[in-house]
């Protein structure tokens, strides 16, 4: 989107988006995970990647079930009671989960994991195929998963013990209108399970689904998460928004690709700035300006301008990465599961995790090229 944003330099804890090992948790569970669930994290993690991928992705609307499915009883106190429920979610693919992770891991992000064949996994794919010299496809298979278990062999998903700061919120619901949403003290998450899934790179559908009858609220819960990637040590000295694709790429001082994002980058009203940029400023938790007399195609322009909290369900997110064209920056994301699927106003949208990844490892001056049509064959040598 193209905001204009006022930004404030609160620091985003790591944990809010940096899944923690599960070593490092000391407390045991209050309520123990069920051993069907336990039972469901053993097969995923010792899944194979069997059912060939069709040479088009899949409309994503296929994935739900006829309104057959039985009705849900009510959410858990402070749970959305709009959530998707496992009665009427189709299986995911496990193998397909543990290349996601695995892929999320090595940072070449599938945007949210959620078990499912998309555009996003397909372009992470073939963005791992081209960095390893391996054919590109953007197909998934099983040689994948065995390269990719090769350089990392850790498990796809783990327990996990929902602590108290997990729970506590506060969790609101959050309206579309903007004037509305200028009300809020902070633009929060609207339950548990969704700040859960976010910080663990799930899809909420997902973690519904591995853990079912589960109250997300509640403290000392044991549950099963994706075990998706932190920190990305290697520092980016120069990066790559790619409209035509929907991706960001992030290469070293020795023009390696060392991550890759999918990406919602303008729209045809409010295209990016193609050319030469750098990164003015990055800002974790931003709070976020509206004025409809710079940006008219977004919001209701009755409204005047207003100031929205900070909060990973603003308009931009957990994290704005200022650039040199004025008011245009890459920024997180409200709805991690429509990044690379609807359009922006300009600006570059990542998934929240992804974006506070990139955020913690540019600097500024670091210089961002945004074009039309991939740059893959001019950064030949960032392939290893």
């Not at 070593?23 to 069907?36: G, H, R, W």
């Not at 990392?152 to 327990?159: H, Q, T």
């Not at 920190?231 to 000295?237: D, G, K, P, R, Y």
Request: charged letters at 20%.
């Amino acid at each position: 989107m193209k905001f204009i944003a006022v930004v404030t330099p609160l620091v985003l804890l790591a944990a809010a988006c940096s899944p923690p090992a599960a070593d490092t948790q000391s407390s045991a569970p209050v309520v123990q995970m069920a051993e069907a669930t336990r039972a469901e994290m053993d097969r995923v993690n010792a899944s194979r990647f069997t059912t060939p991928m069709p040479a088009q992705a899949p409309d994503p609307t296929e994935r739900l079930q006829p309104a057959a499915a039985p009705t849900p009883a009510p959410p858990p106190a402070g749970e959305s009671p709009t959530a998707t429920t496992p009665a009427s979610t189709v299986s995911y693919d496990a193998g397909l989960v543990r290349i996601q992770v695995l892929l999320d891991r090595a940072h070449f992000s599938p945007g949210v994991i959620d078990g499912y064949d998309g555009e996003n996994v397909r372009k992470a794919v073939s963005a791992y195929q081209h960095a390893n010299n391996l054919p590109v496809n953007g197909l998934a298979d099983d040689a994948l998963l065995t390269r990719l278990e090769q350089a990392d062999s850790s498990p796809a998903l783990v327990a996990y013990v929902l602590t108290s700061e997990d729970v506590s919120g506060p969790f609101v619901d959050v309206p579309q209108d903007l004037e509305a949403m200028s009300r809020l003290e902070r633009v929060g998450y609207e339950s548990a399970a969704e700040a859960i899934a976010e910080k663990f790179h799930m899809d909420e559908d997902l973690l519904r689904t591995l853990n079912p009858s589960v109250d997300f609220a509640t403290a000392g819960t044991e549950i099963v998460v994706a075990n998706g990637g932190g920190e990305l040590s290697a520092t980016v000295a120069s990066v790559q928004v790619d409209i035509d694709e929907g991706a960001v790429r992030a290469f070293d001082a020795s023009n390696q690709l060392v991550a890759y994002y999918p990406a919602t980058i303008g729209s045809g009203d409010a295209p990016a700035p193609v050319g030469e940029h750098t990164v003015r400023g990055v800002a974790f938790d931003p709070t976020y300006r509206y004025d409809p007399a710079r940006l008219p195609t977004f919001g209701r322009r009755s409204h005047g301008a207003v100031d929205i909290a900070a909060g990973p369900n603003n308009p931009v997110g957990a994290v704005w990465i200022a650039l040199s064209a004025e008011t245009y920056g890459i920024h997180g994301a409200a709805n991690p599961a429509q990044v690379s699927k609807t359009q922006s106003h300009g600006c570059i949208r990542l998934t929240n995790w992804d974006a506070t990844e990139l955020g913690r490892a540019v600097s500024v001056g670091v210089p961002v090229t945004i074009q039309e049509g991939s740059g893959l064959a001019a950064r030949e040598s960032g392939r290893g």
